[in-house]
């Protein structure tokens, strides 16, 4: 609690005391009578209320005469006016500062409590680096670290500054940034990420970024100005506040003029206190501050929730749309697929199986792309990359080189056709490599991807979680499609399509609906998609700053199952944000009415007041409160992944054609 | 250019009238406040001074809202 905040404590409790023990005093003692009682009350009323009598009498000497103080400061004083001249009650005005600063505070403290909640999240930021200097460690704040600094992380911190490991070995918890529970390991050259909690050895990393571009600067960023962008149901309410208040004030005023007036003219009693009264009451009633109040506290902790699940969404306008979205396209590779290839057969005409592969592998030693790097994880020994010379990367085709002096190629049908050669037809689900060595054709090899493990669940999960269509879009061929989308359960299939073609194909689907459509990739090669559609999320992309740049939600680890949980989590936050607005205007509306009719007295309009507001804000904190996402039990984990091997071996999931559009797009390169 | 700013106020209410405030003032093509962060971020007209378009909107706010503050 702050200092601010607990000063205000002692003065509620101060008044209230003060109120208590003056309600006490009979009214009619002796001569003194209400004057005397008006002095006595005036102590807490001021005590409690200085504050909003100097606000109101700002606000209106600037001509801002409708703010919430203006309004209580008019009730309070006109209460204890006709107190004064009246009823001799002088409790109810007290008490009515009372409630609205405990409601104050109250709100005060919720919105403290929400941010913090959120800064624990926060708890990843470091707050220095060390930097050796003259052979002596100097802590260093991380922004004044330049790029190609070497510093020096221990057991048990964090690594402040993404870099590469230069000295020393270790393992890492990574799980602030991936949700991966499993240390990583790490040696020298190998990439670390920030954020992550040195857990063994001594490191020493060269910094590779500064730190503000450095990925727990990115995430802290995202989270942190995660609501700038303003839900529709946000910018409603506020628009809805604007008109509110000047309605009821305007109620009042007639409450106070038109009854009185038409008693006095139907020659009645004009009862002009008991009207000025309920006039009095409805300003009570007029402030706007629970609707105000609960909408951003339900987003926030909506956001918050859901980034304590490692999921990272950049605006609660896209918390809304996820809540009203029906519809999710899939980019296949990286996404339900591991994007990662293995090889899983070898044919060979002549050479033996393990020297084709290595010959391959050699060929394609320099290429960054998935394919090329499944080849070298096949052959298993690091390869020499003397032995390689004039390789030539041939887009969309494949690669040739020379291996100890012999020609090699290695690449798809075109190759082998651009360099005249025969090769079979080779009817597979995955991606094929043929081989030719010394101008002959020797071979292919059978690539193929594999399904994540989550994938299917994931599928199940967001028809659970509402979703009517699923797509997926592929540069794969169709065979391949048709596999992994039956496989999964995913309604449709595009496949053999070039990204251009992805972003044409999303916007055909976007057309014919009217709900929200989320659009699902690794961020590689899909950016325009995941910024066309209405919602764009990437997967296991920290690091990628320009997947981070185009997504509107990022998934820090690599679990698909997380779409339909942040759909959950935004169904819930836009539930309880309505539940809000429903209860809070229907309490106000009802007691506007019962206080016009007379029914209800100042008392009960402030205590109905800061209560619904203080009901609304735990009501919104619920948002916050979200069941984790279960690890998959292990026992799981292969299930999916032998039935898909064993009952199809030539067909295993994911497989991707070699075509030009594959080889250079749809797989790109995925730097891992 | 966009700028952040950390801000003190105290109910949602206020924010909103701060971000109004804000949005009014000359060179400031757009406001944003995120009450519970306590955070304004501000993106400027194109040329205008940051430094004193700031100390103009921390004028206005404290028009319409005098417990606030901007922390420059």
Not at chain 1, 309 to 319: A, P, R, V, Y
Request: charged residues 25%.
């Amino acid at each position: 609690m702050k200092q601010k905040h607990r000063r205000m404590l002692y003065r509620i409790i101060a008044a209230s005391v003060l109120t208590v023990l003056f309600a006490l005093v009979p009214a009619e003692s002796g001569a003194y009578g209400k004057p005397f009682k008006f002095l006595l009350f005036l102590v807490p009323y001021l005590i409690i209320g200085y504050d909003i009598l100097i606000k109101a009498f700002k606000g209106i000497v600037r001509g801002r005469a409708l703010d919430e103080n203006v309004l209580m400061a008019i009730a309070t004083i006109g209460a204890m006016i006709l107190g004064a001249v009246h009823t001799g009650d002088f409790e109810e005005a007290v008490a009515v500062m009372i409630f609205y600063q405990i409601g104050e505070l109250f709100q005060a403290l919720a919105v403290e409590r929400s941010r913090t909640s959120i800064s624990k999240l926060m708890e990843i930021r470091p707050d220095c680096a060390w930097v050796e200097k003259d052979g002596v460690l100097e802590e260093v704040d991380p922004d004044e670290v330049e790029i190609g600094t070497v510093i020096t992380v221990r057991p048990g911190e964090r690594i402040p500054i993404d870099g590469i490991v230069t000295g020393g070995s270790s393992s890492l918890n990574t799980s602030a940034l991936t949700g991966e529970s499993i240390p990583r390991d790490v040696f020298p050259g190998d990439e670390v990420l920030s954020g992550s909690v040195n857990l063994s050895g001594v490191l020493k990393i060269r910094t590779t970024k500064e730190f503000g571009e450095s990925a727990v600067s990115k995430i802290l960023d995202l989270v942190e100005n995660a609501s700038s962008r303003k839900a529709k149901t946000e910018a409603f309410i506020t628009r809805f506040a604007r008109y509110y208040t000047p309605f009821v004030v305007a109620c009042a005023v007639m409450l106070a003029c038109v009854p009185p007036l038409a008693g006095y003219f139907a020659g009645g009693d004009p009862e002009l206190h008991e009207w000025i009264y309920r006039a009095l009451t409805f300003l009570v009633i007029s402030c706007p501050c629970a609707l105000v109040i609960s909408i951003p506290l339900g987003f926030f902790a909506g956001l918050g929730g859901a980034s304590r699940e490692g999921i990272l969404i950049k605006g609660s306008n896209f918390i809304e749309f996820l809540a009203s979205a029906e519809t999710v396209v899939f980019d296949k590779t990286g996404t339900l697929t591991q994007g990662v290839f293995e090889v899983s057969e070898v044919s060979s005409c002549g050479l033996p199986q393990e020297k084709l592969i290595e010959l391959a592998a050699a060929a394609e030693s320099s290429s960054p792309h998935p394919i090329a790097v499944s080849l070298v994880r096949a052959h298993g020994a690091d390869i020499d990359r003397s032995r390689v010379t004039d390789s030539e990367d041939i887009p969309g085709k494949g690669v040739v080189a020379k291996v100890d002096g012999i020609p090699v190629a290695a690449g798809n049908g075109k190759l082998m056709e651009q360099l005249g050669l025969e090769y079979p037809e080779v009817s597979w689900h995955g991606s094929v490599v043929h081989v030719a060595v010394g101008g002959k054709y020797a071979g292919n090899i059978r690539v193929s991807d594999t399904i994540k493990p989550e994938s299917r669940r994931s599928v199940e999960d967001l028809k659970d979680a509402g979703i009517k269509k699923t797509y997926m879009l592929t540069g794969d061929s169709e065979p391949t499609a048709e596999h992994v989308s039956g496989q999964l359960g995913i309604d449709h299939a595009y496949s053999r399509l070039l990204p251009e073609d992805k972003l044409a194909r999303l916007e055909d689907i976007m057309e014919e609906l009217d709900s929200p459509v989320i659009f699902v990739g690794d961020g590689i090669n899909d950016a325009p998609s995941l910024v066309r559609a209405d919602v764009g999320i990437t997967m296991g992309a920290i690091g990628s700053d320009a997947a981070i740049e185009a997504s509107d939600v990022v998934i820090m680890d690599d679990d698909p199952r997380r779409i339909a949980e942040s759909i959950k989590i935004s169904r819930k936050t836009m539930r309880i944000i309505r539940e809000n607005i429903v209860f809070t205007l229907a309490v106000k509306f009802l007691f506007l009415g019962l206080s016009a009719a007379g029914y209800v007295d100042m008392w009960f309009a402030i205590i109905a007041d800061v209560g619904v507001m203080i009901a609304a804000v735990l009501n919104s904190s619920r948002a916050l409160r979200f069941r984790p996402l279960e690890k998959l039990k292990t026992d799981e984990k292969p299930a999916a992944r032998t039935e898909s091997e064993t009952e199809e071996t030539p067909g295993l999931p994911g497989a991707q054609i070699v075509s030009s559009s594959v080889r250079s797009s749809d797989s790109g390169t995925r730097s891992r | 250019m966009k700028k952040n700013y950390k801000i003190e106020v105290d109910c949602a209410n206020c924010a909103l009238k701060m971000e109004e405030a804000a949005k009014k003032t000359q060179g400031v093509a757009d406001a944003s406040v995120n009450f519970v962060m306590q955070k304004m971020s501000v993106t400027f007209e194109d040329g205008a001074d940051p430094g004193a378009v700031m100390k103009q909107v921390l004028k206005n706010c404290k028009k319409v809202e005098s417990d606030c503050d901007i922390e420059l």
